[in-house]
T-cell receptor, first 117, second 115 residues
Framework: AQKITQTQPGMFVQEKEAVTLDCTYD???????LFWYKQPSSGEMIFLIY??????QNATEGRYSLNFQKARKSANLVISASQLGDSAMYFC??????????????FGPGTSLSVIP | NAGVTQTPKFQVLKTGQSMTLQCAQD?????MSWYRQDPGMGLRLIHY???????DQGEVPNGYNVSRSTTEDFPLRLLSAAPSQTSVYFC??????????????FGEGSWLTVV
């Protein structure tokens, strides 16, 4: 069975510094996709970044980058130059190959990030 | 530019009542799903569908029913509401497959309280 673990319930970071949010996963599928989503206090789910398990390079999107270590089954989100608006819940998610019996997109429990001015 | 639309946004139910949360998407996505979000638990998958007529259970399916008669709609039915079903519910949809373009789109959430 698939599982996502986010071991940091809460994190603090100083404004303008970088922060790493941890995500480890468990799957027996050789191919899969990994997502990160942001949920501000207003409640909407905002897509940040995607990494395919066979992608040759780590994904980057602006200030977000994904430190993907396939052998360790980890997909940590790195936010550079933190801003006050980055304060939110962050969720790691995984989807297996499509059209299988287990085509479920599952989420981790989330990490609450607070950016300190 | 509707995306994923879910209704109602807020609902209070009495224990034992039934209700349906509606979800519709206009992006021709094969994949649709329902999650519930509780403090400290993240998003837990209730039911999902990979196409019209095809549904399957997620992590926490008990007490909920779904159907997928069209590509666009994926309603979630609470059969006999219980206080343990007080939660925020999200509908989500995407194309199938592991392409970087297959972003999962979410509705705005439905806040449900069972008293």
């Amino acid at each position: 069975a698939q599982k996502i673990t986010q071991t940091q319930p809460g994190m603090f970071v100083q404004e303008k510094e970088a922060v790493t949010l941890d995500c480890t996963y468990d799957t027996s599928d050789p191919s899969y996709g990994l997502f990160w989503y942001k949920q501000p206090s207003s409640g909407e789910m905002i897509f940040l970044i995607y990494q395919g398990s066979y992608d040759q390079q780590n994904a980057t999107e602006g200030r977000y980058s994904l430190n993907f270590q396939k052998a360790r089954k980890s997909a940590n989100l790195v936010i550079s130059a933190s801003q006050l608006g980055d304060s939110a819940m962050y969720f790691c998610a995984m989807r297996p190959p499509s059209r299988t019996s287990y085509d479920k997109v599952i989420f981790g429990p989330g990490t609450s990030l607070s950016v300190i001015p | 530019n509707a995306g994923v639309t879910q209704t109602p946004k807020f609902q209070v139910l009495k224990t034992g009542q039934s209700m349906t949360l509606q979800c519709a998407q206009d992006m021709n996505h094969e994949y649709m799903s329902w999650y519930r979000q509780d403090p400290g638990m993240g998003l837990r998958l209730i039911h999902y569908s990979v196409g019209a007529g095809i549904t399957d259970q997620g992590e926490v399916p008990n007490g909920y029913n779904v159907s997928r008669s069209t590509t666009e709609d994926f309603p979630l039915r609470l059969l006999s509401a219980a206080p343990s079903q007080t939660s925020v519910y999200f509908c989500a949809s995407s194309y199938l497959g592991l392409s970087s373009g297959n972003t999962i789109y979410f509705g705005e959430g439905s806040w449900l309280t069972v008293v």
